[in-house]
């Protein structure tokens, strides 16, 4: 089902699938945008994000959204960008490897966890009201 939403760029209304962000009209300006940015990259191979920003016009903000999604990354030795758990510089993504590695690992063992809880106690009491239900009839 899709549900109507404000993109986040141009504000127009649009029909949303899944967690989409932006119109798709947006959405592919700002592929093209990327698109540009890395021709741009390609020739000069390194640039700020300053000089990247004023060359294509895009915004910086934009920029550090791609890197966020690991769409573009960083030149070693960058700061502009930082982990989002400990602070230090990373190139790319949200997280330095150190943090995503724990993340990962905290992750798996919370997730069994859960996984076990819903099917022992929702689901399994469940039918068995059914099993109930059907037994008396
Ligand atoms: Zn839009
Ligand atoms: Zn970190």
Not at 78 to 96: F, N, V
């Amino acid at each position: 089902m899709p549900n109507v939403q404000a993109c986040r760029k141009c504000k127009r209304l649009f029909n949303a699938f899944g967690e989409a962000l932006y119109c798709p009209q947006c959405m592919q300006e700002s592929e093209s945008k990327l698109v540009e940015v890395k021709d741009y990259l390609w020739d000069k191979k390194i640039a700020s994000m300053h000089e990247i920003s004023q060359a294509c016009d895009v915004s910086i903000d934009q920029l550090k959204e791609w890197l966020r999604e690991e769409r573009l990354s960083l030149a070693d030795g960058a700061t502009e960008l930082l982990c989002e758990k400990c602070g230090q510089p990373i190139l790319t993504g949200r997280y330095c490897a150190e943090c995503k590695d724990k993340m990962l690992t905290d992750l798996k063992s919370v997730t069994p966890k859960k996984e076990m809880k819903v099917v022992s106690v929702t689901k399994p009491a469940r039918d068995r009201e059914r099993m109930r239900f059907l037994d008396s009839h």
